[in-house]
């Protein structure tokens, strides 16, 4: 098992990419849902590319110079284009900055030098663009004119968790590749493989990802949703502001728990619908006392998108739980308005 090992439900998806790796277009985009492991992949197939072994076959060899740069993280030919850290940023600079990650156009500067040098190894020039939805628009327009008119050598691959946010014009300047998450019992087979315990249920509660059921098993704030979803789960004793002022106090990343009330919200529609629940299964009786009230959800549903789109611009957490909890109990009265 080395850092470029597929998972197992990306074996068939691999061999039908490198049937043909002569034929392999100079930009591949990955799509597919958050958690199946598409970094993974698109790790392997830069090593792939950097890999120098004169008859390889479509694994890199894991041997040759280019494969032990590589695997050392100092590859000449290789870059990442990732969002930098918000954290590393300046204090007094991140009060007026917008807190969320974002590929800025003075990183496409520095990658087309990059691109237009040539290559240290006489090799390719691999690129990958992680995720490439958090280019902006001057960023996704300057890389564009890079992926028109490639230099010889030079490979991209983006990985997109949201296509539909990307420029239109560079998704069709890409070959796309949308990679699948595996089914229910694949993914359970694969977590106990892995020893998480009640592997379903954390499948569940990432929505059938399973890294990110691997990464539920075993997180820090699995305290804090508990108390969040127990607290909700029993609306007549709810008290928002002290749970608003819990949920500050974890200092967990507000977008995470905005996704708790999400997909709580999610069961709750689904199963007044339809009878199914999709992430919280073992939350069912008290899902079920709630659901017959929440016909008339869908304006905090959107009420949540809303707060989701935000959740990385710097705010007071508090506040906007305050407010997004008051909102939850108006909505389960049915006097939320839009
Ligand atoms: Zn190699």
């Not at 690129?127 to 939805?133: D, I, K, Q």
């Not at 949201?162 to 089914?183: E, F, H, K, Y």
């Not at 199963?271 to 008290?286: E, H, K, N, Q, V």
């Amino acid at each position: 098992m080395t850092q470029y090992t597929l998972y197992p439900w990306q074996e068939a998806e691999w061999r039908q990419l490198m049937h043909d790796p002569a034929r392999l277009p100079h930009a591949l985009l990955l799509t597919g849902e958050p958690g199946i492991g598409k970094r993974r992949f698109a790790e392997r197939l830069a090593a792939w590319y950097l890999c120098e072994h004169p008859d390889k076959s479509i694994a890199p060899c894991g041997e040759c110079e280019g494969c032990r740069w590589q695997a050392a993280g100092n590859h000449p030919d290789f870059r990442i284009l990732a969002p930098s850290d918000p954290v590393e940023e300046d204090a007094e600079e991140t009060k007026t900055k917008r807190k969320q990650p974002i590929i800025g156009v003075e990183d496409i500067r520095d990658l087309t030098d990059f691109v237009n040098l040539s290559a240290h190894r006489q090799g390719a020039r691999v690129t990958l663009v992680y995720p490439a939805e958090a280019m902006n628009t001057a960023a996704a327009n300057a890389f564009l004119k890079t992926l028109e008119e490639p230099p010889t050598g030079a490979q991209f691959i983006l990985v997109t968790h949201q296509a539909r946010r990307l420029l239109p014009t560079i998704r069709s300047r890409c070959r796309v590749l949308a990679l699948s998450t595996p089914d229910t019992a694949s993914a359970t087979t694969w977590l106990e493989q892995q020893g998480v315990n009640d592997a379903a249920l954390h499948l569940a509660h990432a929505g059938g990802s399973p890294l990110a059921a691997q990464e539920d098993a075993e997180a820090e704030w699995l305290p804090l949703r508990n108390s969040v979803l127990d607290q909700i789960g029993a609306p007549q004793t709810l008290n928002v502001l002290s749970l608003a002022a819990e949920i500050e106090k974890a200092k967990v990343d507000p977008a995470k728990v905005i996704e708790w009330l999400q997909k709580w919200t999610h069961d709750l529609i689904t199963l007044g619908m339809s009878g199914r629940i999709r992430y919280y299964p073992d939350r069912t009786t008290a899902l079920n006392k709630l659901a017959p009230r929440a016909s008339r959800m869908l304006t905090y549903v959107d009420r949540l998108q809303q707060a989701q789109r935000l959740a990385h611009h710097p705010l007071n957490a508090r506040l906007v739980f305050e407010s997004l909890l008051f909102d939850y109990l108006a909505a389960l009265r049915g006097k939320l308005t839009g």
